[in-house]
């Protein structure tokens, strides 16, 4: 079974873009699908980074979890909240933390935000700065609007059939990425 992690970018209080984590991960377990990790950055509580993880001579127990974590995960689901229309500096502090860990690793973008743009306007910069270290983004999204009206605190989708459906194709291309990926390494 494949690995995947569940990136939750998001170390706001009241937090609401960790409801759609929660969602993946349920769903992800209840189609049995994969197995299923979720990395909270909340729970790293990393500080500014000055360097890599790999240029640092005494690398915290807290990096060197996060980037085995990242390692050993076939693909990422990575759920972002939009804040001024940009991601979070938790996660461009976590994305600069790596590098070899990231390349070629297939991420799969959940954009969160609490307005009707659905997080949309954080793509274009997140995108970028994962491909610019190698990362491959695949070409689906899973984009969620007034994230407090279609998720509750637990993850609960307030239309379990129609976001199910939109979960079965976002989950399916990461799928297939990650099983090119693994037929491109056997070759």
């Known amino acids: ?6 990136l939750s970018a998001s170390v706001r209080n009241g ?3 960790h ?4 969602y993946f991960k349920q769903y992800l377990e209840a189609n049995k699908l994969a197995n299923v990790t979720i990395i909270d950055l909340k729970e790293y509580n990393f500080p500014i980074f000055e360097e890599r993880l790999r240029f640092i001579p005494n690398p915290s127990e807290a990096m060197l979890s996060f980037a085995s974590e990242v390692n050993k995960a076939d693909g ?7 804040y001024n229309g ?5 996660l461009k502090n976590a994305i ?7 390349k070629r690793k297939p991420i799969a973008i959940a954009s969160v935000s609490a307005g009707a743009f659905a997080g949309t306007q954080v793509l274009t910069s997140l995108q970028f700065s994962l491909w610019k270290i190698g990362a491959l ?17 637990n993850g609960i989708p307030s239309d379990t059939i129609a976001t199910d459906k939109r ?12 099983d090119a990926k693994h037929k491109m390494e056997a070759e």
Not at 138 to 153: M, N, Q, S
Request: no cysteine; glycine share 4%.
């Open 1 to 6: 079974m494949k690995n995947i992690s569940i």
């Open 15 to 17: 937090r609401n873009s």
């Open 19 to 22: 409801r759609v984590a929660l």
């Open 76 to 82: 990422i689901i990575l759920v972002t909240p939009e």
């Open 86 to 90: 940009g991601y979070p500096a938790s």
């Open 96 to 102: 600069d933390l790596l590098y070899a860990e990231w």
């Open 137 to 153: 983004t695949i070409p689906a999204l899973f984009p969620v609007g007034t994230v407090e009206k279609t998720f509750d605190e």
């Open 167 to 178: 979960a079965a194709v976002f989950v399916n291309e990461l799928l297939y990425w990650i």
